[in-house]
């Protein structure tokens, strides 16, 4: 080994810098990742707040609507084309 190029990597100012500016760039992600984790555990384990629910079922509900709309709007073009529909069942062609 060449003791020369060794020297800069040994310095504890290199090890300083490195540490401080780790903390530096990652501690606001650090800090965010600890507030998201700390207000899901309180969601999960705390109080029983619903609110987040009331997104989902909004969505759940336009999504429902439009599948309920396009078996009705399937079923109207199967019965012009002349197929058979009974109650949501569609029997294969022969």
């Not at 490195?18 to 990652?26: A, E, H, K, T």
């Not at 079922?57 to 399937?74: D, L, N, P, S």
Request: charge should be positive.
């Amino acid at each position: 080994f060449d003791e020369q190029n060794l020297g800069a990597y040994e310095s504890i100012w290199v090890g300083v810098r490195l540490v401080l500016s780790w903390l530096v760039l990652f501690a606001p992600f650090a800090f965010v990742g600890a507030l998201l984790l700390r207000s899901t555990l309180k969601q999960a384990f705390g109080k029983k707040d619903q609110s987040w629910a009331y997104p989902f079922r909004i969505f759940m509900t336009v999504v429902g609507m439009r599948i309920a709309v396009e078996h009705q709007a399937k079923t109207k073009r199967l019965q012009a084309e002349g197929e058979n529909v009974l109650e949501g069942y569609i029997e294969p062609k022969k």
